[in-house]
């Protein structure tokens, strides 16, 4: 399954993600859909099918990973919450979003269930010069936590 899983082939470099965080362990990158600007998913670089197959040390960097993006992404953001959740609908390598929420509904399934059950929809792609200016963003916070945020999130 590594061969072809596509996050196992991002966290090789095969295909391009805008990558936020990396490590001996870890990958972090944008989502292509995301929910709001700076949605992000880390990934366990060894393949995982479900969150509860993870090491408990490349679990607790995933947590440990996300706590960090969610401290940048609420001062870039001014977002006063970030969600992390695990999910695993379309892609059965183990991954964790993190997701800067700026209404109460960002992340609940009402949002994306509205044409029915068996009709999911995915946020749009914001196309990849948005995607690299978020990243940029992520990027320099990470770097200087203290610098000024750069713009608020559209509501």
């Known amino acids: 399954m590594a061969d072809t899983c596509i996050f196992c082939r991002i966290a090789r470099a095969e295909l391009p993600a805008h990558r936020l965080f990396e490590d001996d362990l870890v990958l972090a990158f944008l989502d292509l859909h995301p929910i709001r600007e700076g949605h992000a998913l880390i990934i366990p670089k060894q393949h995982h099918p479900w969150f509860d197959d993870l090491p408990e040390a490349t679990a607790l960097r995933i947590m440990s990973t996300g706590q960090r993006l969610a401290r940048v992404m609420k001062r870039e953001w001014a977002a006063e919450r970030v969600a992390f959740f695990y999910t695993g609908i379309h892609v059965p390598h183990a991954h964790a979003h993190v997701v800067p929420m700026m209404d109460r509904h960002d992340?609940?399934?009402?949002?994306?269930?509205?044409?029915?059950?068996?009709?999911?929809?995915?946020?749009?792609?914001?196309?990849?010069?948005?995607?690299?200016?978020?990243?940029?963003?992520?990027?320099?916070?990470?770097?200087?936590?203290?610098?000024?945020?750069?713009?608020?999130?559209?509501?």
């Open 107 to 155: 992340v609940t399934s009402a949002r994306y269930l509205e044409e029915g059950l068996d009709k999911f929809t995915l946020p749009p792609n914001p196309g990849g010069i948005a995607l690299s200016l978020t990243a940029d963003r992520i990027r320099a916070r990470m770097s200087d936590p203290d610098r000024p945020a750069t713009q608020k999130a559209a509501p």
